[in-house]
């Protein structure tokens, strides 16, 4: 009753109601510090590399002996990658019994704690990944993460996590039940009996296979927490700091394709007002939609990741089974919006054409329309070309002595044959078919559109600043087309040219060849020619079984269609003057 009273002060977000709600313990001083030490994790982390310098000064290192402890290192470590993190914590996988056994064996002799301390504590950590809630919050600072949160008590409880999975597994019982045994057996014990019965050295053994690659160990596992939350990049998402890169992955097996390792499960802090009056609800919730659920953590084939390797060939020899993998086409959407929101930004800073000014606001800088008339005088004093219906001051490239200025590649003579005329078949490949480099340049130079004038076919190089980037575009090979019944409902001037003529079925023609065609067109059709710079649907007979389309652009260009929707000029296809 309490709890219904009370639920409509909770927020939807479980993180603001707990911090809300919990009382954090006191700021850490060197007064109280001796009371907030976790002397577990103190002792060991601290004594292994104490006795291994001491040990390493009395005991000499024999060849045996060093082979045997990377050996063990990769042993445990693995143990930890393999068994602790991506079985235990994730579920990326089955194991059979004896593989269960052997990495909770291996496990302990890496000395961080039970299956079940170590996965708690981790699913917590993706559940609540950089708040106050998780156990190793990047945001804390680099050696917070690395190795400050298992000094020191926490000052607010990590958040909770469901392990209800955990307790049904006998070896994950087994191994917690027994941990103290096994830890002082598989970390110390069994190392040093193994090079005393293979050659001899029980002290070796002890300090080079057991202090000593206990030391990497930890420092490799830590490092996930720690270096791969801080060095390498965000391909996947950037709402958190888990980042990719190479060097973390040797140091940590394979662990360091992080970025992406966060990204493929379905954790989130939000939740309802009925769960988070009642935080202990969240333990009912599915574990396995929680957390990450791929076993790979670099999903490239070269990139290095021993732990992936080794759970692919246990699959082999049928010790493992089940090997989850996350959707590649949502992998790879995570990708693109990546590298769209990147383009976006590098977009943001670049230097746009004009756009259309439709308001007449003399605030706005976008493009006048001006008439043929006004072209035409304005040209008589400033080098102006019309080319795709757009107007542009072309004294940029006949003065290359002014500041930023360039001397056009063709010859000023070009230049100089155009000023007040239609440039647009010449610029289009009549003269020279120009580079997308050219395109963007000569955008840049527009100072009007001319007025009943219509963009270019060809006119599709240049994107406006306002122009969305986007996935999907319309294919040139299928342009848009138009239904024949809603024909007379469409609003004419709202056509893009340029949508319905693919660039590529374009071909030149002589003036008199086209004008032939206009006037068989003409004879042939009873439609009339509506307003200059807009298509005319011509009737099936007049093209010879097809349908096509005439457009006019400015004053001087004239396009037909593809052959595959008929046309009479050029044996059925398309055709620019």
């Known amino acids: ?12 977000n479980y993180v603001s109601y707990t911090l809300k709600n919990t009382k954090p313990l006191p700021p850490i001083t060197l007064r109280t510090l001796h009371k907030e030490l976790q002397y577990l994790s103190l002792t060991a982390i601290t ?3 104490i006795v291994s310098l001491i040990g390493a000064y009395y005991v000499p290192l024999q060849c045996k002996t060093a082979i045997w402890s990377i050996i063990y290192y990769f042993c ?3 143990a930890i990658t393999a068994g602790y993190h991506r079985l235990w914590s994730h579920r990326c996988y089955n194991a059979s019994s004896p593989l269960r056994l052997i990495l909770a064996l291996f496990g302990a002799g890496a000395v961080q704690g039970s299956i079940k301390r170590w996965s708690t504590g981790h699913r917590s950590h993706h559940r609540y990944t950089d708040t106050p809630l998780d156990p190793y919050n990047a945001n804390e600072g680099f050696w917070w993460t690395h190795i400050g949160w298992m000094l020191v008590k926490p000052r607010i409880r990590p958040g909770v996590a469901d392990v209800r999975d955990l307790k049904k597994d006998w070896v994950v019982r087994w191994q917690h039940s027994n941990y103290v045994s096994l830890l002082l057996t598989m970390a110390f014990l069994f190392p040093m009996v193994v090079a005393w019965i293979g050659w001899g050295d029980a002290m070796g053994g002890l300090v080079y296979a057991g202090f000593l690659r206990l030391v990497f ?6 490092c996930v927490n720690s270096l791969a939350h801080w ?4 391909p996947f998402d950037d709402k958190h700091t888990p980042k990719d890169h190479t060097m973390t992955a040797f140091v940590t097996v394979g662990e360091g394709y ?17 769960l988070t009056s009642i935080p202990l609800l969240l333990f009912f919730l599915n574990p396995t939609k929680q957390f990450p659920t791929d076993y790979r953590n670099a999903i490239k084939w070269y990139q290095y990741d021993p732990t992936k390797w080794f759970i692919y060939l246990c699959s082999l020899f049928r010790l493992a089974s089940n090997l989850r993998t996350f959707p590649s086409n949502e992998i790879k959407k995570g990708i693109l919006t990546m590298q769209m929101k990147k383009l976006r930004e590098v977009q943001s800073g670049i230097e746009w054409p004009a756009e259309i000014n439709r308001g007449g606001d003399e605030a706005n800088e976008g493009l006048e329309i001006w008439s043929w008339e006004k072209f035409q005088s304005t040209s008589l004093t400033r080098p102006l070309i019309l080319i795709s219906g757009y107007i542009h001051d072309v004294s940029f490239f006949l003065n290359a002595n002014n500041p930023g200025g360039m001397d056009h590649p063709g010859g000023q003579h070009l230049i100089n044959k155009f000023i007040g005329k239609d440039a647009t078949t010449a610029f289009f490949g009549g003269v020279y078919e120009h580079s997308n480099a050219a395109h963007n340049l000569l955008a840049m130079k527009r100072v009007a559109i001319l007025q009943g004038g219509h963009p270019h076919a060809l006119d599709m190089k240049i994107r406006s600043k306002s122009s969305d980037l986007s996935t999907s575009t319309t294919s040139p090979e299928s342009p848009a087309s138009i239904p024949d019944d809603n024909l007379n409902d469409i609003d004419m001037d709202t056509i893009n040219i340029s949508r319905l003529i693919p660039p590529q079925h374009l071909k030149i023609v002589d003036y008199s060849d086209f004008a032939a065609s206009l006037h068989y067109r003409r004879s042939q059709s009873s439609s009339a020619w509506g307003k200059t710079g807009y298509p005319i649907r011509t009737t099936p007979a007049s093209v010879g079984g097809g349908e096509g389309w005439d457009a006019g652009y400015g004053s001087t260009t004239a396009v037909e269609s593809d ?3 008929g046309g009479h000029m050029g044996e059925g296809e398309g055709a620019r003057l």
């Open 47 to 49: 004594v292994p590399p």
């Open 1 to 12: 009753m309490r709890a219904s009273k009370e639920m409509g002060e909770v927020p939807d």
């Open 563 to 565: 052959g595959n929707e």
């Open 231 to 234: 060095l390498g990049e965000t």
């Open 76 to 78: 445990t470590i693995l």
């Open 217 to 222: 160990v930890h420092h490799s596992t830590f």
């Open 258 to 274: 992080h970025n992406f390792h966060h990204q493929v499960g379905l954790a989130s802090t939000s939740l309802s007002p009925v």
